[in-house]
């Protein structure tokens, strides 16, 4: 048993690994990028200047949450417009074929699985889209239980829809590994008691942040640290 100290002091001890829970967006899928560029084109088509720097303000959070955001952008006569707009532009583009599975994505859930590891999804996405996209992504079936955005009340990062996922997992919060690629859903996971894993996609994480995970290059070097972390706690590393 290992025993951790949280940046507010809080003592979290660790015990063998019961459940392995994920975020899906920019970090099973490589959905973030065309979803932010979808914004930014449409907010140029329609007048309305949007930068990536601005968007990253709604990575990892609720969907209520993103449409409070982006409509202060777009102005509450305007937003439903572009989101119907942005809506279109994703289901000409990606409709069909989804979005594709990172690298690595699919040979550590595969891994996990042949070890009998339970799986989990913690996402801020509705679960329509969220059952859709991974089912596009042949991914669907190696999750035991999934938790979305539109079940909890709030959302990343307060750790609600972790909570929810390690509950429908029947696991303890603390004995379970989050991974994650933005700071929102690596606060929520953090704020769960968990154990996270940072994966980063379009941003780098905070100082403070990456102090309290364990940092990853890509999913690809996860199989290793996860073959040693089932074999008994260990501290936090970076690759």
């Not at 239980?145 to 929810?164: M, N, Q, W």
Request: proline share 5%; net charge negative; with cysteine.
């Amino acid at each position: 048993m290992r025993c951790d100290v949280m940046a507010d002091g809080t003592a979290v001890e660790r015990t063998m690994l019961q459940a392995v829970i994920f975020d899906m967006d920019g970090l099973l899928l490589d959905s973030e990028r065309p979803i932010r560029d979808a914004w930014i084109e449409v907010g140029r088509e329609i007048g309305v200047s949007l930068d990536a720097a601005t968007y990253h303000r709604v990575i990892g959070r609720n969907m209520t949450d993103v449409h409070a955001i982006l409509g202060e952008v777009f102005g509450t006569d305007i937003y439903r417009d572009a989101a119907a707009r942005v809506a279109a532009l994703l289901d000409a583009r990606h409709a069909q074929q989804g979005y594709p599975p990172k690298a690595g994505a699919a040979a550590l859930l595969g891994w996990l699985e042949a070890r009998g590891v339970r799986c989990g999804l913690a996402s801020s996405s509705y679960r329509d889209k969220v059952e859709r996209r991974l089912r596009q992504a042949g991914l669907l079936g190696y999750f035991d239980a999934i938790a979305c955005g539109d079940e909890v009340t709030r959302g990343k990062p307060a750790p609600d829809v972790y909570l929810l996922a390690a509950q429908r997992l029947e696991a303890v919060p603390t004995a379970c590994l989050a991974f994650e690629d933005s700071d929102n859903g690596a606060r929520a996971a953090l704020a769960a008691g968990m154990e996270v894993v940072l994966v980063p996609d379009l941003l780098e994480p905070l100082p403070d942040l990456a102090a309290q995970c364990t940092l990853l290059a890509s999913l690809e070097a996860a199989v290793a640290h996860c073959d040693a972390r089932l074999a008994g706690p260990r501290p936090p590393s970076s690759v």
